[in-house]
């Protein structure tokens, strides 16, 4: 039975159709895993096995296959709590559009992934409900801010999950933790009923171990949705059906010169990337390299762009609409009192931070250069993308790192968004794929970036590189 814990979406479809495993245990299985490894913290909610399975729809593109959804993304009559203190007992009153898709599809959920508080962190240290901790290394992080989501596929607790994107936290903690991270064209995935950090950078994204898995996945949950006003005129499609075990005739990739070359870039992780470069051009692929001079601002116009807007999304928890109220004499004594103590100190900083660059003064300097960044770095990833099919990044700069790595020296933190926030200031998909381990046996992850939406082209490439490799079959030992 155990045979089943890190299985992918496409081999539990067939154990359940040739019924040599049942949905009941399927679920008994991944909840007796996360009972044993509740010590990685990836869980703050398990569901009951009765209210897993009730109501759910017997057929579907995902019938009876169960998953984990990260703790700002809806769930009707279930809390989300963002990782909050300040949400710990709200509950939602409906499903996020994702969630309905899924389970119109017949996907069954077990519970919540723990995640950096309101999604704002790279590390998954920031949650209110504490550290989660990397299967492959648990003095380490697994990365986040989607640190639970990631977890929980990469322990064998579930086959896929959703997690949420801003400017890496679907990307990143893939990386870290040796399996597929997601994030579609802004505008593909409904937003509904995903709690906002930055807006216009937010989109749901997928875990799973195999790009065909998170191709099903996503063939579930895009297209069109009439109440999120940014989604994207795209009807719903299966991504599956190209996918074969070449990769498409005539294709050029893209390695981007200076990303490769960037300061900081580990050099194990700069050499799995290469290895990974080879592979592709043997199987067919043309490799061209470019430069993307945008990149070296990136982090910075994301840094300023995502704390204006988390400022004016968070101003929504006052103790009046959401969650816990801290009861006062005076209205403003009451917002001051809930604020403080329902927000974690990461959150507050960058609510400041978000409103001292929108101030008066200094809107001139920080925000609107900053949005001139992102429209140099759209044209820039536009223009690549006429040299070039598809292009190439590492995900991350350095492997897992230590808990408490960063505590004193906030700075260094640009570097976890070097890589994957251009990406959302772009607004276009990529996928982080496992490409290799560092010396002392930590994941490493490799971009495909393409121009927006350019899914299928993206799959088809991550697909043929799995059929070549077999990187993403590795486990922990857990
Ligand atoms: N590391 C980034 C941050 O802390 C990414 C967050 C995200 O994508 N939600 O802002």
């Known amino acids: 039975m155990n045979n089943y814990a890190f299985a992918t979406i496409q081999t539990l479809k067939k154990a359940l159709e040739k019924k040599e495993i049942s949905m009941q245990e399927l679920v008994a299985l991944y909840q007796d895993r996360a009972q044993k490894l509740q010590s990685l913290n990836a869980i703050i909610e398990s569901f009951s096995t009765d209210s897993v399975l009730k109501n759910h729809e017997p057929k579907g593109m995902l019938a009876g296959i169960p998953g984990y959804i990260k703790d700002n993304i809806c769930q009707k009559d279930r809390i989300t709590s963002c990782g909050s203190n300040i949400l710990k007992n709200f509950r939602s009153t409906y499903d996020a559009t994702a969630i309905s898709r899924l389970r119109s599809q017949g996907a069954l959920f077990l519970g919540r992934a723990n995640c950096d508080e309101f999604a704002m962190g790279s590390s998954g240290e920031t949650s209110a409900y504490g550290v989660t901790y990397n299967p492959w290394n648990q003095a380490c992080v697994p990365g986040g801010s989607s640190s639970g989501s990631a977890v929980a596929v990469a322990a064998g607790l579930a086959p896929w999950s959703l997690g949420s994107e801003t400017g890496g936290s679907v990307r990143q903690p893939a990386a870290l933790c040796g399996i597929v991270g997601f994030k579609p064209t802004y505008g593909l995935v409904s937003r509904y009923g995903l709690v906002a950090y930055g807006s216009s950078l937010d989109q749901i994204g997928i875990f799973s171990r195999t790009v065909y898995d998170t191709a099903l996945v996503l063939s579930a949950i895009a297209g069109n949705d009439a109440h999120d006003s940014s989604s994207l005129s795209v009807g719903?499609?299966?991504?599956?059906?190209?996918?074969?075990?070449?990769?498409?005739?005539?294709?050029?990739?893209?390695?981007?010169?200076?990303?490769?070359?960037?300061?900081?870039?580990?050099?194990?992780?700069?050499?799995?990337?290469?290895?990974?470069?080879?592979?592709?051009?043997?199987?067919?692929?043309?490799?061209?390299?470019?430069?993307?001079?945008?990149?070296?601002?990136?982090?910075?116009?994301?840094?300023?762009?995502?704390?204006?807007?988390?400022?004016?999304?968070?101003?929504?928890?006052?103790?009046?609409?959401?969650?816990?109220?801290?009861?006062?004499?005076?209205?403003?004594?009451?917002?001051?009192?809930?604020?403080?103590?329902?927000?974690?100190?990461?959150?507050?900083?960058?609510?400041?931070?978000?409103?001292?660059?929108?101030?008066?003064?200094?809107?001139?300097?920080?925000?609107?250069?900053?949005?001139?960044?992102?429209?140099?770095?759209?044209?820039?990833?536009?223009?690549?993308?006429?040299?070039?099919?598809?292009?190439?990044?590492?995900?991350?700069?350095?492997?897992?790192?230590?808990?408490?790595?960063?505590?004193?020296?906030?700075?260094?933190?640009?570097?976890?968004?070097?890589?994957?926030?251009?990406?959302?200031?772009?607004?276009?998909?990529?996928?982080?794929?496992?490409?290799?381990?560092?010396?002392?046996?930590?994941?490493?992850?490799?971009?495909?970036?393409?121009?927006?939406?350019?899914?299928?082209?993206?799959?088809?490439?991550?697909?043929?590189?799995?059929?070549?490799?077999?990187?993403?079959?590795?486990?922990?030992?857990?």
């Open 236 to 478: 719903a499609q299966d991504y599956t059906k190209a996918l074969t075990d070449k990769l498409p005739q005539g294709l050029t990739i893209g390695v981007v010169d200076n990303a490769m070359n960037a300061e900081g870039l580990h050099p194990e992780i700069r050499q799995a990337n290469l290895d990974a470069l080879q592979v592709l051009e043997a199987a067919g692929a043309t490799i061209k390299y470019i430069s993307i001079p945008a990149l070296e601002y990136c982090a910075a116009s994301y840094f300023i762009i995502s704390r204006a807007e988390a400022a004016s999304n968070l101003s929504r928890f006052d103790g009046v609409r959401y969650g816990s109220r801290v009861s006062e004499k005076t209205l403003k004594d009451m917002y001051n009192a809930t604020r403080s103590s329902g927000f974690g100190t990461e959150v507050k900083a960058r609510i400041m931070m978000g409103n001292y660059v929108l101030s008066v003064g200094h809107a001139k300097d920080f925000y609107e250069n900053a949005q001139k960044v992102r429209r140099l770095i759209q044209k820039q990833m536009e223009d690549a993308c006429k040299q070039v099919d598809l292009f190439v990044m590492p995900t991350h700069a350095i492997p897992a790192f230590k808990v408490g790595a960063f505590n004193d020296n906030k700075l260094e933190m640009d570097l976890q968004d070097y890589y994957t926030a251009p990406i959302n200031l772009a607004g276009v998909p990529a996928i982080s794929l496992p490409v290799g381990f560092t010396k002392d046996n930590k994941p490493i992850g490799m971009q495909l970036i393409g121009p927006r939406l350019s899914e299928q082209l993206i799959f088809n490439v991550g697909h043929a590189y799995q059929q070549i490799t077999d990187w993403h079959t590795k486990t922990p030992s857990c």
